[in-house]
């Protein structure tokens, strides 16, 4: 059974630091992987999709990484602004179902 | 287009009462998704269509819980009877492709008295 994991479960950093938000899944079988951003009392907003064949996706100070051998994505965001504070959570699509599958996110806060 | 719409976006009920929870997928998405929001189990994902059909509905809890796709352009989730267990944010996304990213609408929270 797939399992996604994320860590840190919280973060809190100065504005203009360079952040790295982690992600790890169970099983190598993926379609793809996406990582999402949720606001409080919103829903989610997809931030970027890395095919399986992948190794990385880009758009603007958002750069995410997928290495599907050790079950891992990163999510790098550059000069943080308190306008990044949100949840951000990835998710995997298994290879055998279009089904997504969630990790439990992480929540960061970014001040001035 | 104006993205997914759920409504309502607030819904408070007692328990036993039937709750029944909309949504407009983007037009042309062939693919419609519901999932629930819970602080301790996270996102799952309930049920999906593909061109109206139910493919999976794994996720669904109990038969309490039962979802329609009458048409292309909308989707019910009904939980008759309602549970104070069932109190959750509820989200609808819709995708043109399996290889797509999903997009979501802004969710209903359910309270269950």
């Known amino acids: 059974k797939q399992e996604v994991t994320q860590i840190p479960a919280a973060l809190s950093v100065p504005e203009g630091e360079n952040l790295v938000l982690n992600c790890s899944f169970t099983?190598?079988?993926?379609?793809?992987l996406q990582w999402f951003r949720q606001d409080p009392g919103k829903g989610l907003t997809s931030l970027l999709l890395?095919?399986?064949?992948?190794r990385e996706q880009t758009s603007g100070r958002l750069n995410a990484s997928l290495d599907k051998s050790s079950g891992r994505s990163t999510l790098y965001i550059a000069a943080s602004q308190p306008g990044d504070s949100a949840t951000y959570l990835c998710?995997?699509?298994?290879?055998?179902?279009?089904?997504?599958?969630f990790g439990t996110g992480t929540r960061l806060q970014v001040f001035p | 287009d104006a993205g997914v719409i759920q409504s309502p976006r607030h819904e408070v009920t007692e328990m036993g009462q039937e709750v029944t929870l909309r949504c407009k997928p983007i037009?042309?998405?062939?693919?419609l998704f519901w999932y629930r929001q819970t602080m301790m189990r996270g996102l799952e994902l309930l049920i999906y269509?593909?061109?109206?059909?139910?493919?999976?509905d794994s996720g669904m809890p109990e038969d309490r819980f039962s979802a329609k796709m009458p048409n292309a352009s909308f989707s019910t989730l009904k939980i008759q009877p309602s549970e104070p267990r069932d109190s959750a944010v509820y989200f609808c996304?819709?995708?043109?492709?399996?290889?797509?990213?999903?997009?979501f609408g802004a969710g209903t929270r359910l309270s269950v008295l």
């Open positions: 099983d190598s079988a993926i379609y793809n």
């Open positions: 269509f593909n061109n109206n059909v139910p493919i999976d």
């Open positions: 037009s042309g998405h062939d693919y």
């Open positions: 998710a995997v699509r298994p290879r055998n179902t279009d089904k997504l599958i």
């Open positions: 996304a819709s995708s043109p492709d399996r290889r797509d990213i999903q997009y």
């Open positions: 890395i095919q399986s064949s992948q």
